[in-house]
């Protein structure tokens, strides 16, 4: 081989050592963006499960809110049955005059 040779062979060895470098290079790049993307995307979820814990009512929680709520309207509605049983007898009794 001459020296002309030898110089073709190796700056074509640093070319393509080159290019798999660069390759190599933007591969890893790609790799680090991506796992950055997916970190935030960790992130905005638990984020948006916090705030969906905090603002929405869980099934257990309506249910007990309805329980509270049924009671309440049969509450109501025991004190307007009383209510009327004191209104009867009220008209009931004779009415008596002084004299």
């Given amino acids: 081989m001459t020296a002309e040779q030898i110089m073709a062979a190796v700056a074509f060895g640093i070319t393509v050592i080159g290019f798999i470098f660069g ?7 790609l790799i680090k963006e991506a796992g950055e993307k997916g970190d935030k995307a960790q992130r905005d979820l638990a984020a948006h499960k916090l705030h969906a814990a905090e603002t929405f009512a ?3 929680g309506m249910q007990e809110q309805t329980a509270q709520l049924l009671r309440a ?7 307007i049955d009383g209510l009327h049983e004191r209104l009867d007898r009220a008209f009931e009794r004779p009415v008596r005059r002084a004299g």
């Fill in 73 to 79: 309207i049969e509450s109501v509605g025991s004190r």
């Fill in 23 to 29: 390759a190599f290079w933007r591969m890893w790049g």
């Fill in 58 to 60: 869980t099934k257990a």
